[in-house]
């Protein structure tokens, strides 16, 4: 059986990492096809270095641009390598335009769809993610969902008899590398103290509007503790764009860049806490036991706000209480599975009922 993974991002890369040893294992023939959407190396060719990722069979090289032009770019690029490679699944990965891309690239040559992170909703249909991972769940012929809470959002569409609960593939990777990584050894720059958090922003509702993003900014450079902010491509040129200064000399606001996979999972660890906007940082923070604190108004991942892991903050005059709370108590339970998800993904795939062609 061929399976073909439609990736583009960190986040998908991540995703993609435990899909591949898995289908490996069970004697898939599985190629992969990277968009470009990252393009940076810090956001791309460290992951799969350092997840022992095989390296893509296809590169588009798309790159960055509007919402329309860069998904338009990639289904014109996927259109050809789809045709030419006719697998047997098109499998793509949690919520970007290089997910919306390769489902509709693949319903329109009558090839099967499998989306993995299927279910997540945030119901805030201003964030481009929302509208990119509702309709590929109901273009896709099967949706492998994270969690409950995810096979409960599937139903209520209509879409349970595509629904399967395999568990998150994200916890897979996380487990394997929290154990094989050394927080003591988490490339933090000079002069950041010991007690700090660590930070990322990306979310167009905070870098798109030149007077949200310099609140953020100025928000964060004011908080009575260390801020790490590990500069996403996507802020830095915001910032170049809107002529808003990301260092804030004075302030304790270190500025860095974007780290490999184990780099941030050992930082999260060394960390007192996380502040981001991004809803992979923030199922990392749980699942590594580091209270977070996120700029938006919604999350997808609500299993994380139990027991106050996970705050949300979108009111920045809100944002330095939460994120100098107490630490959490409440013990945590396993929303997101027990690293195994990847195997029944992949049993899925190879053994469960295939899809139909398309007439």
Known sequence: MKVLSVVGARPQFVKLAPMAESLGRLGAEHVIVHTGQHYDANMSDVFFADLEIPAPDVS??????????????????????????????????????????????????????????????????????????????????????PTRVAMDHLASEGLAARSVLVGDVMTDVCFRVRDTVDPAAAPVPAGVPDEFVACTVHRAENTDDPDRLAAVLDALAALPVAVLLLAHPRLVARCREFGIPL??????????????????????????????????????????????????????????????????????????????????????????????????????????TPAPQRP
């Not at 335009?97 to 909703?121: D, F, I, M, W, Y």
């Not at 780290?259 to 806490?273: D, E, K």
């Open 60 to 145: 588009l090289g798309i790159g960055s641009g509007s919402q329309g032009v860069q998904t338009g770019a990639m289904l014109a690029a996927l259109d050809p390598v789809l045709a030419e490679q006719r697998p047997d699944w098109v499998l793509v990965y949690g919520d970007t335009n290089s997910t919306l891309a390769g489902t509709l690239s693949a319903v329109k040559q009558h090839l099967p769809v499998a989306h993995l992170e299927a279910g997540l909703r945030s119901f805030n249909r201003m964030m481009p993610e929302e509208h990119n991972r509702v309709l590929t769940d109901h273009a896709a012929d099967l949706l492998l969902a």
């Open 247 to 352: 260092e804030r000399p004075g302030s304790a606001l270190f500025v860095g860049e974007p780290l490999p996979y184990p780099a941030m999972v050992a930082t999260v660890l060394r960390s007192a806490g996380v502040v981001t906007d991004s809803g992979g940082l923030q199922k990392e923070a749980y699942l590594l036991a580091r209270p977070c604190t996120t700029i938006r108004s919604e999350t997808e991942w609500v299993e994380t706000l139990e027991g106050g892991w996970n705050v949300l903050a979108p009111q920045l005059d809100t944002l330095s209480d939460a994120v100098t709370r107490p630490a959490p108590t409440a013990a945590q339970g396993t929303p997101y599975g027990d690293g195994k998800a990847a195997d029944r993904a992949a049993s899925e795939l190879l053994h469960g």
